[in-house]
């Protein structure tokens, strides 16, 4: 069965500080990947998709990937008390053009 | 200009109701999805729709039953609802095939069963 697996958390992050969230996944010819965040009592937003081995900068956000150890991270730089949320990992298969497998998400804590 | 809509927002009802949540999208996405998100926050896709064709059908009660008259609306419908069925529904849309395609998330319906 293809698993997306994430540490629950909390997560506890000072704030300005790097939060480092991560994600690893079981179906090797995985081939997109996406970082959503999800604040308490609202639908999880797409902050960041990647698709090829290395690192993809947005603003603060860096999601970094290596198919080979089949892992997924997101880094959020100068956190803010705004990015306390739950961060989810998605991953689609190679055999599942339309699905995304989901991790049961990371609940990210920025203390002021 | 809301991307995804849904209807209605909340719904609280009694056990064994009958009950509707619509979805529409103003994307021009060709694929819909309906997800169940419990207490515990697992994101559990149920169905999809790919121009109006049930392409994803997961493990589900057979009380759950998706609609899709077009492209842009899905609509789920519930017979004799149960204390189980509580729970966020978020419909979603994408692009296309691919899985190069993100999904994109409705603001939910929170069901909540008495």
């Known amino acids: 069965q293809k698993e997306v697996e994430q540490n629950s958390g909390p997560l506890s992050v000072p704030e300005g500080a790097i939060a480092s969230l991560n994600c690893t996944y079981s179906d090797r010819v995985s081939q997109s990947f996406f970082w959503y965040r999800q604040y308490s009592g609202k639908s999880p937003e797409l902050i960041m998709s990647?698709?090829s081995n290395g690192d993809k900068e947005d603003g603060r956000f860096t999601a970094q990937l290596n198919k080979a150890s089949q892992y997924v991270s997101l880094l959020i730089r100068d956190s803010q008390p705004s990015d306390s949320a739950t961060y989810l990992c998605a991953v689609n298969g190679a055999d599942s053009n339309y699905q995304l497998i989901w991790g049961a998400g990371t609940k990210l804590i920025i203390k002021p | 200009d809301t991307a995804v809509s849904q209807t209605p927002k909340y719904l609280v009802t009694q056990m064994g109701n009958d009950k509707s949540i619509k979805c529409e999208q103003n994307l021009g996405h060709d694929t819909m999805y309906w997800y169940k998100q419990d207490s515990k926050k697992f994101l559990k896709i149920m169905f999809s729709y790919n121009n109006k064709e049930l392409i994803i059908n997961e493990t589900v009660p057979n009380r759950f039953s998706p609609k899709s008259p077009d492209k842009a609306h899905l609509n789920l419908h519930i017979n004799s609802l149960e204390l189980g069925d509580s729970a966020v529904y978020f419909c979603?849309?994408?692009?296309?095939?691919?899985?190069?395609?993100?999904?994109?998330f409705g603001p939910g319906t929170r069901l909540t069963v008495l």
């Open positions: 990647i698709y």
């Open positions: 979603a849309s994408t692009a296309g095939t691919g899985g190069y395609n993100e999904q994109f």
